[in-house]
């Protein structure tokens, strides 16, 4: 059964890579699975055809066969237990992959998705400049502590996972903040991440569509 | 194999149930399986013994033998899938019912957690009066979309799931708030979810330990 996913027409980011879509591109070239994309506009994000796919109106979406599925982390966990590659085979490793995922998006994530309301959302508000060095302390207090379990280690647990492949994505949404720099470690992670052919691959598929066009 | 969970010694919030070893207790109660409980002060959630536990400090963790595990998310998913009755059995219904919950963690609840922000970190900033409402409005657009997939339906898709237990548990920390009284069928939703005599037990049981004492 072939596999398709959604991805912006045109993303936000200019072709940076940090639109969903890239982190599902990542696991499919991690697994090996051919897919192919259907690009969206703002507009028919909204119309009622694809809230019949994903109920909050957002991509990337997956659909392969008579499965419909949207919500990154469990398109990308679906993957990893689908296909092999992307999760330890011993049970209990595969929960603490798992439990990387979770962190990734509940504790990582909401105070990076915060960062990025206070810039692009409030930024002209008259709080902006005295509200952002707080939201920016309160990245820095997960930063610090998965710095420290991270430690001189390649990988949060073992071999690079879906946790790791989540993690690294949340975490490249900071690069341009430079909190990702405070932590060296945290950085070399990330680039470590980047250096993996299937993130190489996922990465250049995005920016094939959203490159800036002559024109 | 026993299974030990930890809490709050005290909860910040007095036994109302947001906590998120609730959760826990709940997957655990809708599966039959006992559990105890280690308390934790705020001083010991900081100190190595728990962090090697919980690398962002938090509760609740998981312990089974072995295993040693942190996220609710990943807590409750992993009872699900090794525990029957939290999951359906055909693998495309299953993908739906983890979506479910992914989208409770990463769609739902970042903009509620803004809001717990807003009012017990910020809300004696200069900015407050102000930008609450904006804060407000961010969780009423998917509430609203949440609202419009769950129509007249009891749960979200199909019978009771761990995609269920989730989202009501992200959204039971609205109630003091009023948003949830604005989508009555996300009221009624979240009603239904304390009925089950299962989450029952699982806010008496935390409650014994934190309602105000005597003395």
Redesign the interface.
């Known amino acids: 059964m072939s596999i398709t996913i959604t991805a912006f027409e045109r993303s936000p980011d200019g072709g940076r890579g940090l639109a969903r879509d890239t982190r599902v591109r990542w696991a499919l070239e991690e697994v090996g699975q051919p897919y192919g994309v259907r690009l969206l506009s703002f507009a028919a994000m909204k119309e009622p055809a694809h809230?019949a796919l994903h109920?909050?109106?957002?991509i990337p979406t997956y659909e392969e066969g008579?499965?419909?599925?949207?919500?990154?982390?469990?398109i990308i966990?679906?993957i990893a237990q689908r296909y092999g590659g992307l999760l330890p085979d011993e049970e209990?490793a595969r929960?603490?992959a798992?439990?990387w995922?979770?962190?990734a998006?509940?504790?990582v994530?909401?105070p990076i998705?915060?960062l990025v309301?206070a810039r692009m959302?409030?930024g002209e508000?008259?709080?902006a400049s005295?509200?952002l060095p707080?939201v920016m302390d309160?990245i820095r207090k997960?930063l610090a502590?998965?710095s420290?379990?991270l430690g001189a280690a390649d990988w949060l647990d073992g071999s690079f996972s879906a946790g790791d492949l989540m993690m690294v994505s949340v975490l490249l949404r900071l690069r341009a903040s430079g909190l990702l720099d405070e932590f060296p470690n945290l950085a070399a992670y990330v680039a470590r991440g980047e250096a993996r052919p299937a993130y190489q691959r996922a990465f250049a598929a995005q920016l094939a569509i959203n490159a800036p066009r002559a024109g």
């Open positions: 809230l109920p909050f109106g957002q008579d499965l419909v599925l949207f919500e990154t982390g469990s966990l679906y209990n929960a603490r798992i439990t995922m979770f962190a998006v509940n504790s994530e909401p998705l915060d309301v959302v409030e508000k008259p709080w005295e509200r707080l309160r997960p502590q998965l420290a379990r």
